[in-house]
Structure formats: structure tokens, C-alpha cells
């Protein structure tokens, strides 16, 4: 199928977790001959692309199947080989359900679930002996009243992810990325540091060693990329513990217990 060259393929590429994938996949990755940074943000793109000389700017909106074509035709016609694909766009609302609009819900599922997944699907077979990087969440863990859409749509990608990696053989390998909080624009649009829980604030990381983390986790061949010594603990107790105990002592709820 592949006949092109070797690229990276990062979505969400225009800040945050995405842009610190493309400069250490561009920089640390000589292999790589080109990174195809996706986003909607077309002219921080370009300004990425002033930074890292090997990427080729793609200004799409993956939640859109006329973008998503896009993609598709450049695929079919370049036919690379893709050696790491990195789907890091993501949106958070945090806020309970009721407190929510419709649109910011469905735009969560859309671009955290459908899309991630159209994208998967496009590049896969591209991917042979590839790494898939799916950034899920530390709120995949736990369901998270107050988060409840968001900490849903990163327990799909977990769970995608982990059965994709089986699927796959070993023909590509498939790493979770499951931070806690980082300190990316992603914490701004949900209503900046100040916003969030005060039992979070301690642990925010930074996105240059969350993403680092996941590189070396991925070419260890590992499923998940848990960054940080509260997140592996997290993990731990959300396994062990019953999630109606944890929700009833972090949010006071009082029901089933
Ligand atoms: N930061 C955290 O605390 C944290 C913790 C755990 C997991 N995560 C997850 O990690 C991933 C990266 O997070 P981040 O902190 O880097 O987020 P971020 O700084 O908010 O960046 C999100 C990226 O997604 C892109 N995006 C949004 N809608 C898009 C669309 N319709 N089509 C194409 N691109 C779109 C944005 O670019 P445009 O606006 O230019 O399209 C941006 O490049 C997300 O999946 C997030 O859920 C984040």
C-alpha cells in the first residue's frame, strides 16, 4: 500500500500536546521526512511549520466528513508509510450535563469519539509497523460527575485503543496516552487553573514531559502512557476501589452506596 515517504501524522497540532508531538517527532525522528500537522488553525500551523521545517500544513476540521476527505485524498495519493500517528485534538467542558448546551456536549463525542476514530480508520492502513498515539485522559479512569461527557468519550478512546492494539497483531502498536491535568491551552478553555478542582492543581504537568513520556512508552511498545507518579497511583486506586465510593467521597454523592 505504502509507497511515499515516511511521515508522522498529529491532529490537534496547532497547540497544546499536539504541537510539542510535532517539534519532538520532527526533531528527534530523522527517519521522518515530513509530519502532517492537522488543525483548523491554519496560521499557527504555519507558524509551526516555520519552527519545524518538516511539516506540511493541513487546515482541517476533523469533525467535518468534507475535511476528513481531504485527508483521505492526500493519503490515496501520497500513499506514505505513516510511522507514528499521534490523534491529540480533543475538547473539554467542565461543567455538569444539565449546565451544559447541546452543541458544546455533541462536539465533545464528535471530535474526542467519532473523530478520532475516522481518522484512525483513514490512516491505518498506512501504519504497518507504526505507532498510534490516542490521547485519552487520567478522567478515563473514573466516571467524573462535573466532567461526566468528557471523562466518557476518554473511557471510549481507552477502551478503543487498548482492543485496536489486540486487533492489530503487533503490525502496529497501539499506546493510550492517559495524563492528569497539563498545562496546555486545553485548561484555558475550560476556564483557566483557577477552575479546576483544588486536589488537581498540585499535579498539573508539563506538556513537554507528558509528551516525551509517550513517545518513549509507545517505542517500548507499551498500551498505556501513564505520566507521573499520581496518576500511576490514581490509576491503581480506580481499579481497586469502587467507583460509586470514589464518586461519593470526591463529589458527595449519595446514591447506590
Ligand atoms: N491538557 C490537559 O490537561 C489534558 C489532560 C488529559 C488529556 N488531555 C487530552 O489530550 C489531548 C490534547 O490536549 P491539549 O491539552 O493539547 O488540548 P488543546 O491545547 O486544547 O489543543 C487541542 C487541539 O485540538 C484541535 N482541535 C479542536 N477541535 C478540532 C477540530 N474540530 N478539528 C481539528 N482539530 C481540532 C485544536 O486546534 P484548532 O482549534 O486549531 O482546531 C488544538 O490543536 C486532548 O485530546 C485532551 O482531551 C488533555
Known amino acids: 500500500m505504502e509507497?511515499?515517504?515516511?511521515?508522522?501524522?498529529?491532529?490537534?497540532a496547532s497547540c497544546g500536546m499536539g504541537t510539542e508531538f510535532v517539534r519532538q517527532i520532527g526533531e528527534q525522528k530523522p527517519f521522518i521526512e515530513e509530519v502532517w500537522a492537522i488543525a483548523r488553525n491554519r496560521e499557527a500551523l504555519e507558524k509551526l511549520q516555520r519552527e519545524v521545517s518538516k511539516v506540511r500544513v493541513f487546515a482541517l476540521d476533523i469533525t467535518s466528513p468534507?475535511?476528513?476527505?481531504?485527508?483521505?485524498?492526500?493519503?490515496?495519493q501520497e500513499r506514505p508509510r505513516i510511522a507514528w500517528l499521534v490523534c491529540s485534538a480533543g475538547a473539554g467542558v467542565q461543567k455538569t450535563v444539565e449546565e451544559t448546551g447541546l452543541s458544546d456536549l455533541q462536539n465533545m463525542i464528535e471530535l474526542n469519539c467519532t473523530a478520532l476514530t475516522a481518522v484512525t480508520k483513514l490512516c491505518l492502513p498506512y501504519c504497518k509497523k507504526g505507532h498510534l498515539l490516542l490521547l485519552a485522559s487520567g478522567a478515563a479512569f473514573?466516571?467524573?460527575?462535573g466532567f461526566a461527557v468528557y471523562a466518557a468519550s476518554k473511557a471510549y478512546v481507552l477502551s478503543f485503543a487498548r482492543a485496536l492494539n489486540v486487533e492489530l497483531k503487533r503490525s502496529a502498536r497501539v499506546t493510550a496516552v492517559c495524563s492528569g491535568p497539563v498545562d496546555t491551552p486545553f485548561l484555558d478553555k475550560m476556564g483557566g487553573k483557577e477552575q479546576m478542582p483544588?486536589?488537581?492543581?498540585?499535579?498539573?504537568?508539563?506538556?513537554?514531559?507528558v509528551v516525551k513520556k509517550a513517545l518513549k512508552d509507545a517505542e517500548r511498545g507499551r498500551e498505556l502512557s501513564v505520566y507521573g507518579i499520581s496518576m500511576k497511583v490514581t490509576r491503581i486506586f480506580c481499579k481497586i476501589v469502587p467507583h460509586r465510593m470514589i464518586?461519593?467521597?470526591?463529589?458527595?454523592?449519595?446514591r447506590g452506596a
Do not use: E, W
Not at 473514573?142 to 460527575?145: A, F
Not at 464518586?247 to 449519595?254: T, V
Open 142 to 145: 473514573v466516571p467524573q460527575p
Open 198 to 209: 483544588a486536589y488537581k492543581k498540585p499535579f498539573i504537568a508539563s506538556a513537554k514531559k
Open 247 to 254: 464518586m461519593r467521597c470526591m463529589y458527595g454523592d449519595k
Open 66 to 76: 468534507k475535511d476528513l476527505d481531504t485527508l483521505a485524498a492526500a493519503l490515496r
Open 3 to 12: 509507497t511515499g515517504k515516511t511521515i508522522a501524522v498529529v491532529t490537534g
